[in-house]
Structure formats: structure tokens, C-alpha cells
């Protein structure tokens, strides 16, 4: 029972993944461009952020900050299940992308990590808002 609902999840969210590297493909073709050209039709992006007390926030031990805290590992194992269950051509790795880049926009698949430890700035709560809309 546990391993249908688990695998309903995993479902769930390629066909989400999916859908957004639709959407990604329909935005990268408008026009609109990152500071990168695509190199697939899905990019995941990972969204960098400032930790509350300043900085981005640096961990003991290996020295990753919140924002990367399992990267490049769930890059890894979400893209390979993407790649592996449907037909997107996905980017072997994320792009790490700060709110206040314009870019932000072309990217409908954002991954942000460890959020409970960000305190963004009026200019990035503002630009967070204008995007989820």
C-alpha cells in the first residue's frame, strides 16, 4: 500500500516535471532567453537565496550553503526519473539562479531547498510574488 502511494507521488510529479517543461519550451520559444542558451527542452532551476543573519548561509562540514544542501544528488536522481519515465529531453544538471535575476522567468520549475532558513528582501519577496503568479 505504502509502495502504490509512493509511486503515485513519483507519477505525480513527472507528469508536473512534464507539464512545466512544456510551459519552459513554449517560454524559451517566445523569445525570451536566459543568460545561457537552452541546452535541452526542461531545465531545472535552483533557486539561491540569502539565509536569515546575512550571507548565503554556509554549513558545517562540507561547507554547501542551505540552498545546495543535497545538490548536486537530487539533480541526479529527479532528472535520470524524468529522463527515464517520459520523453523530455532534460538538462543533465540545474541552473542556479538568484530572485532578483531576470532570467528567474524562464524557468517554470523552481526548486527551492531548506526554505525555512531564508529571509529574503522586500526587492526578492516582490520579484518571488510577481513570478508564482
Do not use: C
Not at 505525480?12 to 527542452?41: D, N
Not at 540545474?94 to 532578483?100: A, F
Amino acid at each position: 500500500m505504502k509502495l502504490q502511494r509512493l509511486s503515485r507521488g513519483i507519477i505525480s510529479a513527472i507528469a508536473l516535471a512534464a507539464s512545466a517543461a512544456a510551459t519552459m519550451s513554449l517560454a524559451q520559444s517566445s523569445g525570451t532567453r536566459s543568460s545561457s542558451p537552452p541546452e535541452a527542452e526542461f531545465h531545472m532551476a535552483r533557486l539561491i537565496y540569502t539565509v536569515a543573519g546575512g550571507g548565503r548561509g554556509f554549513l558545517f562540514g562540507p561547507g554547501q550553503p542551505w540552498w545546495a544542501i543535497d545538490y548536486p544528488e537530487a539533480e541526479y536522481h529527479f532528472l535520470r526519473g524524468l529522463q527515464r519515465l517520459t520523453r523530455v529531453n532534460a538538462a543533465p544538471d540545474s541552473r542556479h539562479i538568484e530572485l532578483t535575476d531576470a532570467a528567474i522567468f524562464d524557468y517554470p520549475w523552481l526548486f527551492a531547498q531548506q526554505v525555512g532558513r531564508w529571509q529574503l528582501s522586500d526587492e526578492e519577496t516582490s520579484r518571488l510574488r510577481d513570478y508564482l503568479l
